[in-house]
């Protein structure tokens, strides 16, 4: 993207921002691929209706901020390739989904202790402010004979440890019941999702946030139009931008467009600003198999287990 700006920086060239990815976990399952395409100078990348390819050109001197988006976090710190992408002159951000333990919703993240220690590990090594905290999807749902679930048990320790390193942003939503969602959970015996009342979904923001002020962390929801409309407006929670390019410009300094994204869901409460996604549901598809996750294949399609 090329253009001017009246911010300060103007008369400079505006960088893009790549969103690494929404599609898939490029940090625990592509960074190999990750990198070999940033030799080569750019990705392909398929647009995921019309199955039509693109290249999207990526070098320092064009991008103002890599962003990744990953529930594991692991193969990234222990090959050190932040430090090789920020060597390269790149800058980084992490949208770091971290939700409570358990194998029904999401059978093949890494135990909740391995995901905590690398909240601290990617705050020491980039900075708390580079890191945002995904509690992403609120879920409740019955199984068997057992009543009402939710997957809320161990958010308090989670917000201490996102607390403790450092990170001051939290970002949640409730779980969207598509279609192939709900297909995929009644192969579940005894499961079935529940969607809350919009005051029951009021409530449990609000005791998120009685949980999150006191630890100086915010709460931001996504896609959620019509649960912020119903909030207390002195509550301070607002909708959220996970490409947020305001502050991406603040921490790489470099000039961003400041332009919505118009391919996400505005009317639903979308913030992001625009970005270039560079991943793929089909060339890469995600392995931690999440019973909620629009990306996920289905049942059949993804049996090789990933720890």
């Known amino acids: 993207m090329a253009g ?18 929404r599609r898939t976990d490029i940090p625990a399952f592509y960074m190999d691929w990750f990198m070999e395409s940033l030799g080569r100078g750019f990705f392909q990348v398929e647009n995921p209706f019309s199955r039509k390819t693109s290249l999207v050109h990526v070098s320092p001197e064009n991008t103002g901020t890599l962003v990744f988006w990953s529930k594991n976090f692991s193969v990234f710190l222990e090959n050190g390739y932040g430090e090789t992408l ?41 900075g708390p402010e580079t890191v945002t905290w995904r509690f992403d999807p609120i879920c409740h749902y ?119 994204d118009s391919g996400q869901r505005k009317a639903q ?3 992001c600003y625009v970005s270039k996604d560079i991943g793929s549901y089909r060339h890469q598809p995600c392995h931690h198999n999440c019973l909620f996750c629009y990306a996920n294949p289905g049942p059949g399609k993804d049996t090789e287990r990933h720890g």
Do not use: W
Not at 163 to 170: K, N, P, V
């Open 4 to 21: 001017k700006t009246s911010m300060a920086g103007s008369g400079t060239q505006k960088k893009q921002v790549i969103s690494a990815s």
């Open 86 to 126: 920020r060597d390269m002159g790149y800058h980084l951000f992490f949208n770091f989904t971290v939700n409570s333990e358990n194998r029904i919703l999401e059978p093949r993240v890494p135990a909740l202790d391995r995901r905590l220690a690398q909240f601290r590990e990617l705050c020491h090594r980039f």
């Open 269 to 271: 409460g979308c913030g």
């Open 142 to 260: 019955t199984l068997a004979d057992q009543g009402l679930h939710d997957n809320l048990g161990d958010f308090n320790r989670i917000a201490a440890s996102a607390a403790q390193a450092g990170i001051r942003r939290c970002v949640t939503s409730f779980v969207d019941l598509y279609g192939k969602v709900l297909a995929r959970a009644r192969a579940i015996p005894g499961f079935a999702f529940v969607d809350p009342t919009a005051d029951e979904k009021q409530a449990v923001i609000l005791k998120l946030v009685n949980v999150l002020e006191p630890l100086d962390l915010s709460l931001s929801v996504c896609c959620e139009a019509d649960l912020i409309q119903t909030l207390p407006a002195d509550c301070g929670i607002t909708a959220n931008a996970c490409i947020p390019n305001p502050l991406l410009e603040k921490l790489s300094g470099a000039c961003l467009s400041h332009a919505r």
